[in-house]
């Protein structure tokens, strides 16, 4: 392998990596603010019914 | 209060933004307008990655240690959550330095991988913090689970002037610093294109690593409400 390939597969690797993890981040983030709002809405239902 | 989180959403749409633009602009100097090393020809650019990583990997780890001290000294959550948050991307950061590391090593060194005192501190340093995520996951009792993570969190830590030293005190085939030597400036030793090269990469990866911590951490205090929430309402 030339040295642009080894600079390039680097540089993919690292940037792809940071990518992936930070969808997964923001997957899991917009999950949590999900269950969140659920989890509010529903005791604001179930404090109305009171 | 809505307002407050509005705020502190607005400011980390503006730091990944910033993240995203030193890190374009990082990309483009290091591949683009640095020069290539004198020895080493192109595979240098791999420095532009390796340096910068590893320095936002211990960055990490020494939020680690803060936020495990305090959390034994105070025992608030929040400082737990950092350490925990700060792990989880020490990891990555850690793990990246290691193969890209690996990747420069073969053109370089001539191997993938060499049992050389600095690399073989990396990989136990990124063996602890992994030991640290998986302690974590599998106590069940969350107090205590935080309590054993920051000692070992504290612990770990120590490993970070072992590998900085490791190039002193043993012969190994990892160079020791080019940049930050005691006996010269570093720009009497480095072209400022290669020093810009890495400055802006730095500052990358630097905004970047806040901007994941930010959403890191937020995503914990989340789980955090999700939890008391639930158990509050008896769900």
């Known amino acids: 392998m030339e040295a642009w390939g080894f600079v390039s597969l680097a540089y993919g690797i ?37 | 209060m809505i307002q407050s989180s509005l705020q502190t959403k607005k400011r980390r749409g503006i730091l990944g933004a910033l993240a995203f633009t030193a890190v374009a602009i990082g990309l483009f100097w290091s591949l683009a307008i640095a020069p290539p090393d004198a020895y080493q020809g192109d595979v240098q650019r791999i420095m532009y990655l390796h340096l910068p990583s590893i320095l936002t990997a211990y960055l990490s780890y020494f939020l680690v240690f803060v936020g495990s001290a305090l959390y034994l000294w105070k025992r608030e959550k ?38 050389d005192a600095r690399l073989t501190l990396t990989a136990i340093l990124l063996l602890i913090y992994v030991g640290y995520l998986m302690l974590r996951s599998l ?23 072992l590998i900085h030293m490791s190039v002193y ?61 639930r158990l509050d309402r008896g769900w």
């Not at chain 2, 737990?80 to 420069?104: C, N, Q, Y």
């Not at chain 2, 905004?207 to 409400?225: A, I, P, Q």
């Open chain 1, 14 to 50: 690292v940037w792809g990596a940071i990518l992936v993890y930070l969808i997964l981040l923001k997957r899991r983030y917009m999950n949590a603010a999900a269950e969140l709002d659920t989890l509010k809405s529903k005791e604001a239902a179930s404090d109305a019914k009171k």
């Open chain 2, 78 to 115: 929040r400082d737990d959550l950092l350490a925990h948050s700060a792990a989880e991307i020490g990891v990555l950061f850690t793990a990246l330095t290691i193969i890209e590391g690996s990747i420069w090593g073969r053109p370089t060194w001539g191997v993938w991988w060499t049992w």
């Open chain 2, 139 to 161: 106590v069940e009792d969350e107090n205590r689970a935080a309590s054993a993570a920051a000692v070992l969190g504290i612990i770990g830590f120590l490993d970070i002037p």
């Open chain 2, 169 to 229: 005190w043993w012969r190994t085939l990892h160079q020791p610093p080019s940049i930050l030597r005691p006996d010269k400036v570093p720009w009497e030793n480095v072209h400022p294109s290669m020093l810009t090269a890495l400055a802006i990469s730095f500052a990358g990866f630097l905004l970047l690593y806040f901007y994941l911590l930010s959403l890191r951490y937020r995503l914990g205090e989340m789980r955090e409400e999700i939890k008391a929430r």
